[in-house]
Structures are given as C-alpha cells and as structure tokens.
C-alpha cells in the first residue's frame, strides 16, 4: 500500500519537518523495520522492490530538484542509521526524471 502525506520546500525548511515526522512512524511499539528511499515512481518502485517484504510505504517529500530529495535522504538515514534497513547512506541508483519522491517503507 502507498499513501501520499507529502512536503514542500527546500531542504532547510522541511529538515527537522521531516525527521520528526520519520520518528513519529517509527517510534511506535508496532514498527519492526523501515527503510528510507527516493523515487520518482511511488506505486512501481513498491510493487517492485518492497511488496514482499514491507507493508506500507509512506511518500512524505515531492520535488522537482535531485539535489533536494539527496540532501533529505541522506539527513534522515544519518539520523536514523541506528535503526534504519539501508545499507548505504543515499543515493542508490539511477533515479530518473523529475518530480522525486522521498519515502519511507514500513514493516509492522
């Protein structure tokens, strides 16, 4: 399952934003493992690569510029590398065309 709760913004403006917002999906009792991505095809980039493995994945950021959603990602998977899935810290793949996704997958 997708859903859709995105921001705006450059990466100063929605940073601390989107951290809380990582914490508050995974800081709940029922979260086993989670994973933090970029995208610029939310329902594809599920069905291919995390269906079978994750139950939902939650898109929280859109843009148009590459540079932003990377700066994101990379902060969000520092902040959480305790805790998160990813085995790098961003940047994993060629991401295609605009506008970009950041997301995070979600285990219950």
């Known amino acids: 399952m997708v859903s859709f709760d995105t ?11 989107l951290l809380q917002r990582i914490s508050a999906y995974t ?3 029922r979260i086993r493992q989670f994973k933090i ?3 610029n ?5 599920y069905s291919q ?9 939650i898109v929280i950021y859109e843009t148009s510029s590459i540079n932003h959603v990377s700066t994101l990602e990379a902060a969000l998977i520092e902040h959480n590398w305790e ?8 940047g994993g793949g060629n991401i295609g065309d ?3 996704f950041l997301y995070v997958v979600l285990r219950y």
């Open 7 to 17: 921001t705006t913004g450059t990466p100063s403006q929605v940073r601390s934003t």
């Open 27 to 29: 800081r709940q009792n």
């Open 37 to 39: 991505g970029i995208t």
């Open 41 to 45: 095809h939310p329902d594809r980039r």
């Open 49 to 57: 690569a995390y269906a079978d493995e994750y139950d939902e994945m």
């Open 83 to 90: 805790f998160t899935d990813n085995q790098v810290g961003g």
């Open 98 to 100: 605009p506008p970009y």
